[in-house]
T-cell receptor
Framework: AQSVTQPDIHITVSEGASLELRCNYSYGATPYLFWYVQSPGQGLQLLLKYFSGDTLVQGIKGFEAEFKRSQSSFNLRKPSVHWSDAAEYFCAVGQNTGNQFYFGTGTSLTVIP | ETGVTQTPRHLVMGMTNKKSLKCEQHLGHNAMYWYKQSAKKPLELMFVYSLEERVENNSVPSRFSPECPNSSHLFLHLHTLQPEDSALYLC????????????FGPGTRLTVL
């Protein structure tokens, strides 16, 4: 069965510091991988996605993620965090039939001045 | 209005009540979804609608009954709920499938007494 693991429940970083959020997936076929962000009181917004090709994908708001098949990982990175990046971040995997979608439990990011 | 809207934003109901959640998308999308977001658990995909036809029902109890009268509107009818059904219910839409960018509404915070 497909699953997504986000090992870090909560992360605190200083503004301007770099960020890496971890995501591991379990999926038998080629995964369709996503990162979504949820700000307080709002719905989720897509940051980026990976289907195939270049394993380093660029997203919105300066985020990027790298697909590593050997590690079954799809970690999200940002070189310099802004206070507005404080939010909940969700990794997700989609099924190639398009009718199933699995989210991780999320990582809550706090940004301190 | 633009994007995905949900009403009401908050709902408190007793276990014997009948209520409905409404979702409307103004994006011209062909697919709509209901998710349940509970604390410390991954978002759970409940129902998938494509071109107004239900294509997936992820073992959701029958006390949750979805309805999609047209491609812009999605309802979730609630009847005889349990306290453990208290959660944030999110509606989302995408152009064709879950693998496309999903646009989420802000959710309905449901409390079952």
């Amino acid at each position: 069965a497909q699953s997504v693991t986000q090992p870090d429940i909560h992360i605190t970083v200083s503004e301007g510091a770099s960020l890496e959020l971890r995501c591991n997936y379990s999926y038998g076929a080629t995964p369709y991988l996503f990162w979504y962000v949820q700000s307080p009181g709002q719905g989720l917004q897509l940051l980026l996605k990976y289907f195939s090709g270049d394993t380093l994908v660029q997203g919105i708001k300066g985020f990027e993620a790298e697909f590593k098949r050997s590690q079954s990982s799809f970690n999200l990175r940002k070189p310099s965090v802004h206070w507005s990046d404080a939010a909940e971040y969700f990794c997700a995997v989609g099924q190639n039939t398009g009718n199933q979608f699995y989210f991780g439990t999320g990582t809550s990011l706090t940004v301190i001045p | 209005e633009t994007g995905v809207t949900q009403t009401p934003r908050h709902l408190v109901m007793g276990m014997t009540n009948k209520k409905s959640l409404k979702c409307e998308q103004h994006l011209g999308h062909n697919a709509m979804y209901w998710y349940k977001q509970s604390a410390k658990k991954p978002l759970e995909l409940m129902f998938v609608y494509s071109l107004e036809e239900r294509v997936e029902n992820n073992s959701v109890p029958s006390r949750f009954s979805p309805e999609c009268p047209n491609s812009s509107h999605l309802f979730l009818h609630l009847h005889t709920l349990q306290p453990e059904d208290s959660a944030l219910y999110l509606c989302a839409s995408s152009q064709d499938s879950l693998l496309g960018e999903q646009f989420f509404g802000p959710g309905t915070r449901l409390t079952v007494l």
